[in-house]
């Protein structure tokens, strides 16, 4: 009998293959893509999970009869039992890849109509894959465009750009932006060798459809909403052969309309009652209002052309809705600069305005995200802040270790060329490493004198008690490896360091560093019972170490360090200033010669210059 393990890793790796089968299926790998809905099925039978059988069903018929592996009717057939099976189950995603394939073949069979309404049903529903949701949009347009009605074939263009640049598709996205652009071209030259079409029509198509690329180009490229209202408003003038466009967001919370593109007019923002004027009414009723008299209606709302000094005469009012048809906002065009607005007028305000409500949302979406991502990095740093002062807190002789770790690691990671994400966890895990000292008695964390066995083996407690509170801290998707790094500082090696006696590369890359950073600056450091080493035996320390405590490699990037670069942290525990005469010196000399002058018995003159102006910077006491 199956574990329920078993059970759930069974079922996770059919998720998997059926995964991998769409990205087949986009790649036009029909082989494989039938391969792995083949396995699939077989698994998602076994557990009865009907909704994921019904999709690899749909996905199979699909995939045969466009490889030809089937004929049109014997894919049907298969997509008729599927079908049967999704309409067994309470799920929507199984119902829309089943109308999704039926739309597809009925393309290809050029049964147009009833692939669009199988295709419209399918996107709508087809969050839950991406890919499918997109391919939708890009079908409806390709039937459109054999229809020749290439001002709805670019509404599916469109819709599709905005969602393969939400979910990140960037195949989708070139494909379909290549797809308009194709279409601007081709409709552009159509357009001016038909004769039948009078000039004013060939010229709103044409700007119709640079328009629409332009709100599709802008929607893609702006992250800033003023920019994108403004783009907006622009081509909406533009196309409608307006005087002026603005496009009202609702501010719910207040219920008021305001805008800051205000093409035309000089004020910085409008800002009015949502319960007023026309845009007010067109948000209240989701219906568009078409004016031909502006002043003789009681809905007018005078106080913006009071305040301008400019005349409303006509106007075309529209609500904006997003994807879930709640109204967001108001367009509102104003003076046609010949004749009234017309019906044909309001058909393109509905056609821009629907690309453009899914647009303002996505771009409103996106500043949130981002808004909410700094907020989360600022609380993450603090939170880090916090902790690693309250090390210091409680043990005031180590004050600063944390620290000075961090920029010895930082040191050692950029002379190791690590990127610079990588070594922003390390300086994370590094502040923190010790915060396990919490936990710790004072009498043997404070201890002035040598630690006794049973001591020693409590203080080594740190590193476990750091590991258990940073596991219980796991605030974002870095802090696993903050963890790992920082609870591994004092591994050794060669496998015999604690607390978990991993070896070699089996400790992480930064707890590596972490290892030399923190054993030079507590050998370099004052403690509560000793000096400073002298420099020499703590280089000697690092050097012997080399292959059995530290990582061979970090152990020679350490060496290469310049002197320089170790004194700029000596330094800050005293507070002292790094003349510039010494950083000369001191910056040509490379850890590994120092040792080596160090450990000489006759040194030359410019020798000694060296060892004299190190020394005035580490300070010992006797
Ligand atoms: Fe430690």
């Avoid at 329920?4 to 998997?16: H, I, L, R, V």
């Avoid at 050029?110 to 894959?129: F, G, H, V």
């Avoid at 004194?567 to 005469?581: A, D, G, R």
Wanted: hydrophobic share 35%; proline share 1%; charged share 30%.
């Amino acid at each position: 009998m199956q574990t329920k393990q078993n059970k759930t890793e069974s079922q996770e790796q059919a998720e998997y293959l059926l995964k991998t089968a769409i990205e087949y299926y986009e790649a036009e790998n029909y082989k494989n893509a039938l391969k792995n809905l083949s396995h699939a099925h077989k698994v998602f039978l076994a557990h009865k999970n009907i909704c994921k059988v019904s999709i690899c069903l749909s996905l199979t018929g699909l995939i045969k009869y466009i490889n030809k592996t089937e004929s049109y009717y014997k894919s049907l057939l298969l997509l008729e039992d599927s079908r049967f099976l999704a309409e067994s189950t309470s799920k929507k995603i199984d119902k829309a890849v089943n109308k999704y394939a039926f739309g597809q073949i009925y393309l290809y069979e050029k049964k147009y109509y009833d692939a669009i309404s199988s295709l419209e049903y399918a996107s709508e529903k087809l969050d839950e894959i991406p890919y499918l949701k997109i391919k939708s949009y890009e079908l409806i347009a390709l039937i459109y465009i054999e229809l020749q009605d290439n001002k709805k074939a670019f509404e599916y263009l469109i819709k599709g750009i905005e969602y393969s640049k939400l979910y990140n598709s960037k195949t989708a996205y070139e494909k379909l932006r290549n797809l308009s652009e194709k279409l601007i071209y081709e409709n552009t030259s159509i357009n001016y060798s038909e004769n039948a079409k009078s000039a004013r029509e060939q010229e709103q198509n044409t700007s119709l459809l640079i328009a629409f690329s332009k709100i599709a180009r802008t929607v893609n490229a702006e992250s800033n909403i003023d920019k994108l209202l403004i783009t907006i408003a622009g081509q909406t003038k533009l196309v409608l052969n307006a005087d002026r466009c603005t496009l009202f967001l609702y501010d719910k919370e207040k219920n008021e309309l305001w805008s800051k593109v205000a093409l035309g007019l000089e004020s910085e923002e409008i800002r009015f009652s949502a319960d007023k004027g026309f845009a007010g009414a067109a948000l209240r009723t989701g219906e568009t209002i078409r004016i031909k008299d502006a002043y003789s209606d009681k809905r007018f709302n005078q106080d913006i052309d009071k305040k301008t000094g400019y005349k409303t005469y006509n106007l075309l009012c529209m609500p904006i809705h997003n994807i879930k048809y709640e109204t967001i906002g108001v367009f509102q065009v104003i003076n046609k600069k010949s004749g009234d607005f017309t019906e044909a007028d309001e058909e393109i305000l509905l056609a821009i305005g629907t690309n453009a409500g899914i647009a303002i949302e996505n771009n409103i979406l996106f500043n949130m995200q981002q808004k909410m991502l700094t907020d989360q990095q600022r609380l993450f740093e603090g939170f880090i802040d916090t902790l690693s002062a309250s090390i210091d807190a409680r043990d005031k002789i180590t004050l600063g270790h944390s620290n000075r770790v961090r920029l010895y690691a930082e040191l050692i990671s950029n002379k190791l060329n690590l990127n610079s994400d990588v070594i922003n966890i390390i300086s994370k895990a590094a502040m923190l490493h010790d915060i396990g000292k919490i936990g710790i008695r004072d009498d043997v964390l404070q201890k002035k004198g040598t630690l006794t066995k049973e001591e020693y083996e409590h203080i080594k407690e740190h590193v476990k008690i750091t590991y258990d509170i940073l596991c219980k801290t796991n605030i974002n998707s870095s802090f696993n490896e903050i963890t790992e790094i920082a609870a591994s500082h004092h591994e050794k090696y060669d496998g015999s360091g604690y607390f978990r006696g991993l070896k070699g590369e089996e400790i992480p890359l930064g707890g590596r560093i972490l290892a030399i950073s923190d054993v030079f600056d507590a050998i370099t450091s004052v403690r509560h019972y000793r000096d400073r080493m002298p420099f020499k035996d703590a280089l000697n320390i690092i050097i012997e170490g080399r292959g059995k405590h530290f990582d061979p490699k970090i152990t020679d990037a350490f060496l290469n360090l310049s002197c320089a670069s170790i004194v700029n942290i000596l330094i800050n525990e005293y507070n002292m200033s790094f003349k510039q005469e010494d950083k000369f010196i001191l910056l040509a000399v490379k850890i590994k010669e120092f040792a080596d002058i160090l450990n000489k018995n006759n040194l030359n003159e410019k020798e000694l210059k060296i060892v004299e102006t190190f020394k005035k910077y580490y300070i010992r006491e006797n």
